[in-house]
């Protein structure tokens, strides 16, 4: 059974801080990594994707893969009450289709003014 | 925005009832892809359509079915819905972005089986 596991938080962070989102995987074959952004009772939001080992950034958002560790998190700098939100972590499903991804649960973080 | 439209954005069933959920994909994208997301939980694959073939399936029964036509939209269909099938219903499309495969969802058809 592939699985992703999250911690379902809630994260909370005071506004102005870095929020840490933490994700792992079991599918050691696994090679392109998601995160998604959900508000309440809207679609998931792709914010970035990362496929080689190290840091990719974007604005005020890291993601961090380490294929050894099967680990893969994303930071957000100077975090924002708008970055409230259900942050999903996805990643392929290692000898599936293209557009199959296996999600965990998500983190819901919380930023506070 | 991603380019990906789905239809309708609610609708309400009744159990044993059938619905059919359509989607248009981003341009350019010949890959779209059907997720089911319950309350509380991530999204889980339904199955995935490419060049108007069934292109891998999820743990989903029969009773889920798609189509894919020649302009690259797509439909899903549930027969005989069940109270568990109510939930978030989204479409993807996949397209290439520099190294790799990228994928948006549309906007989602809430789908409530009373």
């Known amino acids: 059974q592939k699985e992703v596991e999250q911690n379902s938080g809630p994260l909370s962070v005071p506004e102005g801080a870095i929020a840490s989102l933490n994700c792992t995987y079991s599918d050691r074959g696994s090679q392109s990594f998601f995160w998604y952004r959900q508000y309440s009772g809207k679609s998931p939001e792709l914010i970035m994707f990362?496929?080689?080992?190290g840091d990719k950034e974007d604005g005020r958002f890291t993601a961090q893969l380490n294929k050894a560790s099967q680990y893969v998190s994303l930071l957000i700098r100077d975090s924002q009450p708008s970055d409230s939100a259900t942050y999903l972590c996805a990643v392929n499903d290692y000898g599936g289709s293209q557009g199959n991804l296996i999600f965990g649960k998500g983190t819901k973080l919380s930023v506070k003014p | 925005e991603t380019g990906v439209t789905q239809s309708p954005t609610h609708l309400i069933k009744t159990r044993g009832q059938q619905v059919t959920l359509r989607c248009s994909s981003q341009?350019?994208?010949?890959?779209v892809s059907w997720y089911q997301q319950a309350l509380g939980q991530g999204p889980q694959f339904i199955f995935q359509y490419y060049r108007e073939e069934e292109n891998g399936r999820g743990n989903f029964p029969p009773r889920f079915s798609g189509l894919q036509f020649p302009n690259y939209s797509s439909e899903l269909n549930v027969n005989a819905l069940e109270l568990d099938d109510s939930a978030l219903y989204l479409c993807?499309?996949?397209?290439?972005?520099?190294?790799?495969?990228?994928?948006?969802f549309g906007e989602g058809s809430w789908l409530t089986v009373v």
């Open positions: 341009s350019g994208h010949n890959t």
């Open positions: 990362i496929y080689s080992n």
């Open positions: 993807a499309s996949s397209g290439t972005e520099g190294s790799g495969n990228t994928i948006y």
